[in-house]
Structure formats: structure tokens, C-alpha cells
T-cell receptor, first 114, second 114 residues
Framework: GNSVTQMEGPVTLSEEAFLTINCTYT??????LFWYVQYPGEGLQLLLK?????DKGSNKGFEATYRKETTSFHLEKGSVQVSDSAVYFC?????????????FGQGTRLTINP | DSGVTQTPKHLITATGQRVTLRCSPR?????VYWYQQSLDQGLQFLIQ???????AKGNILERFSAQQFPDLHSELNLSSLELGDSALYFC?????????????FGEGSRLTVL
């Protein structure tokens, strides 16, 4: 079935560092791809999305490009802040059985130190 | 605030017991999804309802059941509880049955089974 693999965490960086969180997927067809973020004590929130190959999703300084040839959707940010500390989930839309649901990766915990 | 309300926020119970988790979706959203988040399994899709009908089933145990009522709120019933059922249970909602991947998550119900 469809699946998502994320780089294992935790990831710890200093403020203003460059961030990359790797995400690769296995899917039949052409799923949409997403990054969700979970801040401490909260539910998940959509961070960005891309619905077709070569699309770039962006939000709050984060970017990810849908790469069909490498089946990847890596999350990047040029200069992280302490407030970016959270758990990040890569996900794809799974259209099995006529319904759509999201399949999530394991999540990557990011900690940014001042 | 996502607009999705889950109760209770925390629940502690004993093995063998039964609990009910409740979710009120965002106003206007017809689809409700239940996810289980545990340390070893990550975020697992359990079940989806759309306008009162079951639309998709994931890794939901036979001891678990769910339903969506005419007012669109949903309940997840967990019975014969085991230690391994301890987890954070998230409800999410979306506008339609075929979604763009933008799910709105509640803050979760943390279940502890002792």
C-alpha cells in the first residue's frame, strides 16, 4: 500500500540554521503530498501542500517540492527560529476504496536552540 | 483554534474497561476522521465517516467502533481496553468526502490505560 518514510529524529539545530527534513513516498497513481506540523500540546496543522509533480508548496518560510522522479517531498527552511520547534509530519493522500484519507510518516521532532 | 472539539482531553482508566471519545467537527464539515497516535506506531488512520456513513476503514481493531450522528458529531468507542491502547486519539474533519488533504485536527484525547 501507499506509505511515507521520513528521516528519523530528533533533529536539533541552532537558531538561523538551514533545515532539511527528508520525506520519500511509495504510491500508486499521483497522490497529493503534504507537510503537517504539530506544536506542543496541539493537534496537527497543515503547513503546506503540493498536488502534482514539480509543484512547490510554501508557507511561513518553509518550502517543499513534489519530485516524482525521486518520489520525494523534502521540507526546507533557510533560517529556523525557536518557534519552529515542533513535530513535522509528511503525508500523502490515499484514494483507496473510493475515499480519500491521509497516510502519515512517523514524524520528525525538531528542536531549535537559541 | 481549528474549530474541531474533542472531549475529554485526558482519560485514565483500567484494563478491560470501555470508554467513549467524542468529536465535534468544524462547522460545515461533513467528514470526520479518527487517528491514533502512539510512540511506536506513529499516526495511524482508524476510520472515516462522511455525513453519517462509514467511508473508509484503516487499522481499527474489532474492539473499537465509531459512528457519526445526524448532527455530524462523532464518537469513538473503545472496549475491553488493553495497556497497548494507551495513546493520543485525534479527530479531524474536512469539508467533503473527497478532500484536498486539508484536514482540521482537534487537540486530541489522551487515553491512559493502567
Amino acid at each position: 500500500g501507499n506509505s511515507v518514510t521520513q528521516m528519523e529524529g530528533p533533529v536539533t539545530l541552532s537558531e538561523e540554521a538551514f533545515l532539511t527534513i527528508n520525506c520519500t513516498y511509495t504510491a500508486t497513481g499521483y497522490p497529493s503530498l503534504f507537510w503537517y506540523v504539530q506544536y506542543p500540546g496541539e493537534g496537527l496543522q497543515l503547513l503546506l501542500k503540493a498536488t502534482k509533480a514539480d509543484d512547490k508548496g510554501s508557507n511561513k518560510g518553509f518550502e517543499a517540492t513534489y519530485r516524482k522522479e525521486t518520489t520525494s517531498f523534502h521540507l526546507e527552511k533557510g533560517s529556523v527560529q525557536v518557534s519552529d520547534s515542533a513535530v513535522y509530519f509528511c503525508a500523502l493522500s490515499d484514494r483507496g476504496q473510493g475515499a480519500q484519507k491521509l497516510v502519515f510518516g512517523q514524524g520528525t521532532r525538531l528542536t531549535i536552540n537559541p | 483554534d481549528s474549530g474541531v472539539t474533542q472531549t475529554p482531553k485526558h482519560l485514565i482508566t483500567a484494563t478491560g474497561q470501555r470508554v467513549t471519545l467524542r468529536c465535534s467537527p468544524r462547522s460545515g464539515d461533513l467528514s470526520v476522521y479518527w487517528y491514533q497516535q502512539s510512540l511506536d506506531q506513529g499516526l495511524q488512520f482508524l476510520i472515516q465517516y462522511y455525513n453519517g456513513e462509514e467511508r473508509a476503514k484503516g487499522n481499527i481493531l474489532e474492539r473499537f467502533s465509531a459512528q457519526q450522528f445526524p448532527d455530524l458529531h462523532s464518537e469513538l468507542n473503545l472496549s475491553s481496553l488493553e495497556l497497548g491502547d494507551s495513546a493520543l486519539y485525534f479527530c479531524a474533519s474536512s469539508e467533503g468526502s473527497v478532500n484536498t488533504g486539508e484536514l482540521f485536527f482537534g487537540e486530541g484525547s489522551r487515553l491512559t490505560v493502567l
